[in-house]
């Protein structure tokens, strides 16, 4: 079975520092992976995905991940953080296969950005 | 392009009544999934539909039931509530069951069970 740990609750950083959310996956097969965020009484948005192609996959909002396989690893980074940025992190894993299992969802990290 | 609607917004019940829970999705999209969001759980898969058949479903009592129609408008039913089934539920649409497309999420429909 797929699972997603992600590293810290909650994450702390001032306006302008780097961003850099931990995520690990366990998966039997090279899974796709996915980046969402959520701000306060809203859904889920979609920041990036992985699937497969390249390991360096860029998103929305000034956001990036890298795969890692050798690490298990899939970190959320953004090089300046801005005050817009706080809300709540998802990392996600799915199998990449028909669709036979559901996407799983990390507990989520809270990102608050200080001034 | 519209995307996935939920409604209603905000929703408070009692204990032991039941509720349904609608979801339109992006029109195109075909596959209707269902999550529970709560602080102690985290999000949690409830259901998944595709062309109006159940492909997956969650670890959840009987008591929570879905559906889809033609038109992939789906619809989550809770009998008997408790006051744990208060949470965020979430919906989300994709163009196919292949997880690569990802998932587009609504705004949710905030359920309290009084």
């Known amino acids: 079975a797929q699972s997603v740990t992600q590293l810290g609750s909650h994450v702390s950083v001032s306006e302008g520092a780097l961003v850099l959310l931990r995520c690990n996956y366990s998966?039997?097969?090279?899974?796709?992976l996915f980046w969402y965020v959520q701000y306060p009484n809203q859904g889920l948005q979609l920041l990036l995905k992985y699937t497969s192609a390249a390991t360096l996959v860029k998103g929305i909002n000034g956001f990036e991940a890298e795969f890692k396989k050798s690490e298990t690893s899939f970190h959320l980074t953004k090089p300046s953080a801005h005050m817009s940025d706080a809300a709540e992190y998802f990392c996600?894993?799915?199998?990449?296969?028909?669709?036979?299992?559901?996407?799983?969802f990390g507990k989520g990290t809270r990102l608050s950005v200080i001034a | 392009k519209a995307g996935v609607t939920q409604t209603p917004r905000y929703l408070i019940k009692t204990r032991g009544q039941q509720v349904t829970l609608s979801c339109s999705p992006i029109s195109g999209h075909r596959s209707v999934s269902w999550y529970q969001q709560t602080p102690g759980q985290g999000l949690q898969f409830l259901f998944e539909y595709f062309s109006e058949t159940q492909r997956n479903k969650g670890n959840f009592p009987g008591r929570f039931s879905g559906r889809q129609f033609s038109n992939s408008r789906s619809e989550m039913n809770v009998s008997t509530l408790e006051l744990g089934d208060s949470a965020l539920y979430l919906c989300?649409?994709?163009?196919?069951?292949?997880?690569?497309?990802?998932?587009?999420f609504g705004s949710g429909t905030r359920l309290t069970v009084v």
């Open positions: 989300a649409s994709s163009l196919e069951v292949s997880r690569g497309y990802g998932y587009t």
């Open positions: 998966s039997s097969v090279p899974p796709y």
């Open positions: 996600a894993v799915s199998d990449p296969g028909s669709g036979n299992t559901p996407l799983v």
